[in-house]
C-alpha cells in the first residue's frame, strides 16, 4: 500500500505526524526497480492513445462505524468539496483537470472494520467496493495501528482489482479530530497516489525520483510547515513543501504541479480507463 500516516492520540485532541511504510495488499511502496518497470511500461501503453485532458472520477464513498462513531454525511460532502477544489487549483498551483463525482455513500456498521480495516481490507472491500478501474472507493474509518490513510496505485489494480481503493481515517476530514491534519488533504495526498503519484522525495536525491520533472529532487519528507526555505539535495530546485503529496501539515499544503497533473492524466489514460 501506498502511505501509511502515523498518528498519536491524547484525551480531547488527536495529533498526527505524516509517516509512510509498508502496507498489506502488495507490500508496501514501489521501489527504483518498479518504478523505472512502469515509466517503460506507461510510455509502451501511451503510444497509442491520446492522453485525456479533463477527466470526471466516478466515486463511491464508504463510511464505516461501530455504532457510535463515524463520519457523517455533511463531512463526507465537505471532503469530496475539498478533492474537487485541490484537483482544481483553487489553493494554489494548477488545475489539474480531475473532477470528482460522487455516486454515493454506503454505511456499514462492524466495529471490526471501522477500528481495523487494514486487517479486514479482504472482507471490507469485497463485499462495498463498486465499479472497476476507473471508479474510486473511498473507505472511510478509523485506522488502527497508527496510521491516517494509505492507497492502491493505478499500475497495481491489474494483478490485485479487489484491493483498490484508498481508505483514510475519518478524523482527517474537513474539521475533523486530528489537528495539523484536518482540512481533508489526507483524502487528496492518498487520492494521489491513487492516480499515480509518488513522493516528491521518493527515491530521496536519486533517480528516477518520483518520475515527474517539475518537483525537484527531495532528500525526505517535510515535517510540519517550514517558514525558511528547505533545500535537501544539491540538484536546482527547492523541495515541494507546499506540494499535496510532500509530508507538511494541512495548513502548509496548497498545490499539485503541472507535471504532476499530466503524469495523473497519463496514468488514468494507460491504466484507468479500458483500451479501445
Known sequence: MACLFTQGLVPGIAFADRDC?????????????????VNVELRERLASRTVAAEIKVPMWVHVLTDGQRGAPDAAVKSQVAILNSAYGGKFGGADTGIRFVLLGITRTRNA??????LSYEQPMKTKLRRGGANTLNLFISQLSQLVLGYSTY???YKDAPGYDGV???WRSLPGG?????????TGVHEIGHWLGLLHPFENGCEAPGDSVEDTPPQGHPTEGCPTAVKDTCPAPGVDSVHNFMDYSFDTCMSEFTAGQAERMRQM??????PKA
Request: hydrophobic letters at 40%; glycine letters at 10%; aromatic letters at 16%.
Open 21 to 37: 511504510r509498508a502496507g498489506a495488499a502488495k507490500g508496501g511502496d514501489p521501489d527504483p526497480a518498479e518504478i523505472a518497470r
Open 112 to 117: 471490526d472494520w471501522f477500528r481495523d480495516p
Open 154 to 156: 493505478p499500475h497495481w
Open 167 to 169: 481508505v483514510i481515517d
Open 177 to 185: 479530530a486530528l489537528r495539523n491534519f484536518n482540512r481533508g488533504f
Open 268 to 273: 488514468w489514460t494507460a491504466y484507468r480507463i
